[in-house]
């Protein structure tokens, strides 16, 4: 860990600040943070010239220091509550965790009441962890190859650790609210464990006010058991001023369900990958998203499938309506190891360019070792269809109605791949709520 | 019936045997092995080139010097020892015999070995009927028609015999060699020698940069349509010689040329290194068509041999409303790294690339295109097929990009993949770049094995299972090799089943 002279001013705050930050954090060995911030400091924030990370250069996105936030911040609760009440979630019965600033606040939260479903703040359960914790937490995600994982383990505040034992009847919300104030790096962790049989919804929330300046991290491990079911909802709305930086992982058992849906409108940058392994045949994994961007937003959507065993199915399905000169980015990779044969994995990845200097960089990859597969790939960048445009105008509906009609169609298609219908309800109302803040080249 | 023809030819084919696998005997003049400023000089001095071009070569080996062998592709070789290898390689007839009588009788039998011999050839290009005397031999007669073929033949690394060059430059055409073209059109040469691939463009282009051989030359001038198809037969012959060809191709405004380049490589042992490099240049409303069939030594069973193929291929649309088309079949080689690339620079220019990749045996090929879209309204349409059966690897790569400025560049993108065989590997991995909103980007791309059904309704007919497999094939193939001139569409059919031996079963 000796000082390096080619450290970003970011990277000498995450490697320098640990011993500092490392006492006011919750302690236990299993959390593993000195390796990971050895992991860190070897490998820095990661930068265009690895090959992952070709569009989202973080050694130059996450510009200048934000120092680790470690203690529970002091906040307005009518600011926080006022937030929390933005969720889209907000009106379907579920059971919500809230945390501001990276730290659990059960006075905010109404969790859910024992039976299937068990929550824990992971700073409270540090100490006196229940083994489906300690022995799990860690387990899905390689600590070694990945910056954001790593930085995220060495600095992890709290977050929510779930087992599910059997059907939960309630949706259960994550909501993770940060205030404005000092520049900051705030590292939430996610656990989900789902037993043989059992199946859960999770909602996601991540909101802040507009000039809010932080970086956060949130590295979310899922683990199904056999025949188990997740379906995940997540809203991304961080701050205009936010990087969010966002790791899924998931390991599927045989026969199960994983539904990952994300619906990004937030951020400076951020970055949301998902690694999806498969470790029981017969199991569907369905990855899907929309991205709705405008200015100089940055948004990447980077996923690894894994199709480890035979007879599974994957479908991932991303759109994304780059406004002004935002970028998007989709990687998409879809790996088909010896002998997985009988895999079916389909991937399409749209962008709708609005803004004349909009941007849209893709690379879908296909990387198959066996015969007996079918997959494949789409990607499309366009504008809006000008022929579409003159139908409906030809039918005297106004331009702007006309553009919105046809965004919310594209972006629909995505949400078509929610299986709650109120939760689709919700995201398309999210979606036209953003086109109508945003002029849609009136 | 050019199914059934296929299936009929597979038939005919001795199983193991790669059939262009043989070396003819002639003695060659070799330069001692290793790289080093003394070796371009000598190459140099034995081609009597003038002092500049000494002098860009030398230039391009320092560059080399500092340059690090690339690694992102998805090939696994022993690393080559630079220091290891003939840089130079001629045959001892380089007094350049007028017509083919003069070429030494142990040369005409290797190309009737190849079964692609430049008589042969003729047959194929339909100027001639079997029994009928071949044009060949009269070669001074004044007249040529569209159908036949120019071929310019390097064997090893100087070029041989070139035929129809008379008629050509009757034309204006120059189709030469570029050692020659470098005594004889030195102000084309500097003008466009490395203006589409750099120098110091990657380390295999830089390599070529300083040593190499020879190649062709082609400039096409104004409002010319190239009377003829031009092709060129590339052989690797003497052992240990890495083969550096560099080719040239100038079409100007208004002019149209067919290129045709095709290759087989004698069996042996020893790794070979091929780093070629093409630069092709269109200017206003010129089209160059450029096809390959590459079929070089692909290495034994066991992965043992072969060539070592990296090249480097880019063709530039310089010019407003011009084209460039690529199409390649790629059967041959042990390792193939190959990007045949098209910068769409002038207003309304087209770029395409046709491909058609099959990898068996223990073969690797990381290969595709790149487009690169500057100019306005530019579009390119990219179709690659790729079939990997055996233990082999086979990747399509491509970039396609759109530059801020390059308004309403359109891009059609469709990779398709076959699988014959649970032990081989098919990848892809497009990168597609959008940085306008009028550009229109479509890309596609499958994989899957041929299915149960279509093989089972072929057999049910009466074709066994090999014959099933070529046929069906074939038709994966066909939109790529319609691209294809028709000289060349008889003899990639059969190749396309060759290749595939064996890998079902």
Not at chain 1, 109 to 130: Q, T
Not at chain 1, 341 to 369: C, H, N, R, V, Y
Not at chain 2, 68 to 85: G, S, T
Not at chain 2, 159 to 166: P, Q
Request: charged share 25%.
């Amino acid at each position: 860990m000796s000082a390096n002279p080619n450290r970003t001013p970011a990277e000498e705050t995450f490697v320098s600040g640990f011993a500092a930050a490392e006492a006011a954090l919750p302690s236990a060995d299993w959390l593993k943070r000195k390796q990971a911030l050895a992991a860190f400091s070897e490998l820095g924030l990661p930068h265009r010239r690895i090959e992952a990370w070709k569009y989202t250069d973080l050694r130059n996105l996450v510009d200048g220091a934000y120092p680790a936030q470690t203690e529970t911040t002091l906040v307005d609760v009518e600011q926080v509550q006022s937030l929390a009440q933005q969720s889209i979630f907000g009106d379907l019965g579920r059971s919500t965790a809230v945390f501001v600033d990276g730290r659990f606040r059960s006075e905010l939260s109404s969790l859910p009441s024992k039976g299937a479903i068990e929550l824990l703040s992971i700073s409270d359960a540090a100490e006196n962890a229940p083994d489906w914790l300690s022995n799990t937490l860690g387990t899905v995600v390689p600590q070694e190859d990945d910056a954001v994982s790593a930085l995220n383990t060495a600095y992890m505040s709290d977050g929510a650790a779930i087992h599910i034992t059997g059907e939960s009847k309630e949706p259960l919300e994550l909501v993770f609210v940060h205030s404005a104030g000092q520049p900051r790096t705030v590292s939430q962790r996610v656990l989900v464990v789902v037993d043989a049989g059992a199946s859960c919804e999770l909602f996601e929330t991540h909101i802040a006010p507009a000039d809010a300046r932080y970086v956060s991290t949130v590295v979310t491990e899922v683990v199904l058991g056999d025949g188990a079911t997740f379906d995940h909802v997540k809203t991304q709305r961080d701050g205009a001023e936010a990087v969010h930086l966002a790791n899924l992982h998931a390991k599927l058992g045989a026969d199960a369900t994983f539904n990952s849906f994300s619906a990004t409108t937030g951020g400076r940058v951020s970055r949301q990958q998902a690694f999806v392994e498969y470790a029981g045949e017969h199991t569907t994994a369905n990855i899907s998203g929309v991205y709705l961007l405008s200015g100089t937003q940055h948004g990447d959507s980077t996923l690894v499938v894994d199709h480890a065993v035979p007879n599974c199915v994957s479908r991932e399905m991303f759109k994304l309506v780059l406004d002004d000169q935002a970028r998007g980015i989709f990687q998409g990779k879809v790996m088909v190891r010896p002998h997985a044969q009988k895999t079916d994995g389909k991937q399409m990845a749209q962008a709708l360019l609005l803004g004349p200097d909009a941007e849209f960089d893709s690379k879908p990859e296909l990387e198959i070792f066996a015969d007996d597969v079918v997959c494949g790939h789409g990607a499309t960048a366009g504008e809006l269809d000008e022929e579409l445009l003159f139908y409906l105008r030809a039918r005297g509906i106004p331009k702007d109605q006309a553009m919105a009609l046809l965004i919310a169609a594209f972006v629909g298609e995505a949400v078509e791949e929610v299986s709650n219908e109120a939760v689709r309800d919700a995201l398309n109302e999210m979606a036209t709520n953003w086109l109508t803040t945003h002029k849609t080249g009136a | 019936m050019a199914d059934l023809e296929t299936i009929e030819r597979v038939k005919e084919i001795d199983v193991d045997k790669y059939k262009y696998g043989f070396k003819t005997e002639i003695e060659s003049e070799l330069a001692p092995k290793g790289l080093s400023e003394d070796i371009v000089r000598f190459i140099s001095a034995k081609k009597d080139e003038p002092e500049w071009m000494l002098e860009w070569r030398l230039d391009a080996f320092r560059r080399w010097q500092t340059m690090e062998e690339p690694e992102w592709a998805r090939v696994d070789y022993p690393k080559i020892d630079f220091q290891d290898l003939h840089y130079y390689a001629a045959p001892k007839t380089t007094e350049g015999p007028k017509s083919l009588d003069e070429v030494d009788p142990q040369l005409l039998e290797t190309y009737a070995k190849l079964g692609i011999p430049l008589k042969e050839q003729e047959l194929l290009a339909g100027v001639r009927k079997r029994g009928e005397p071949s044009q060949l031999d009269d070669a001074d007669a004044p007249s040529y028609g569209s159908g036949k073929v120019a071929i310019d033949a390097v064997f090893d690394s100087v070029s041989v015999v070139t035929t129809f060059k008379e008629e050509l430059a009757k034309a204006g055409v120059i189709f030469c060699s570029i050692s020659e073209a470098i005594k004889e059109h030195p102000d084309l040469v500097k003008k466009y020698l490395g203006s589409v691939v750099p120098k110091s463009d990657n380390f295999y282009a830089t390599l070529n940069s300083a040593v190499f051989s020879d190649g062709s030359f082609v400039y096409i001038p104004k409002g010319t349509r190239c009377p003829m198809e031009l092709s060129t037969y590339f052989r690797i012959n003497e052992e240990n010689t890495g083969q550096f060809e560099r080719t040239l191709i100038i079409a100007d405004e208004g002019s149209y040329v067919s290129y045709l380049e095709g290759c087989t490589a004698p069996m042996r042992d020893e790794n070979q290194l091929h780093a070629a490099v093409v630069e092709l240049v269109t200017l206003d409303d010129a089209e160059i068509k450029y096809s390959t069939v590459q079929n070089w030594y692909p290495g034994d069973a066991d992965g043992k041999g072969g060539i070592y193929n990296f090249v480097t291929k880019r063709g530039d649309c310089r010019g407003k409303n011009s084209k460039i088309s690529w199409t390649q079949v790629e059967t041959g080689s042990a390792i193939t790294w190959k990007y045949p690339s098209c910068i769409l620079r002038g207003d309304n220019s087209q770029g395409e690339f046709y491909s058609i990749a099959i990898s068996n045996g223990r073969q690797q090929v990381d290969s595709g295109t790149k487009m690169i879209h500057l100019g306005k309204n530019t579009s390119s349409r990219i179709i690659s097929k790729g079939i990997s059966a055996g233990r082999s690897s086979n990747t399509y790569r491509g970039l396609v990009s759109a530059h801020r400025k390059a308004t309403n560049a359109r891009n059609f993108t469709q990779c398709d993949s076959l699988l014959i065989g649970d032990a081989c590997g098919a990848h892809t991995v497009p990168y597609i770049e959008a940085k306008n909103s009028s550009a229109t980007f479509e890309h596609e791309a499958t994989t899957s094995k041929i299915s149960d059904d279509q093989m089972f309704y072929a057999q049910q007919r009466g074709l066994n299972e090999e014959e099933a497999v070529a046929l069906i094939v074939n038709g994966f193939v066909r939109d790529v090799l319609q691209q294809l001139p028709m000289e060349f569409m008889a003899e990639t059919q059969k190749l396309i089943g060759i290749s595939l031996e064996g890998s079902v079963g």
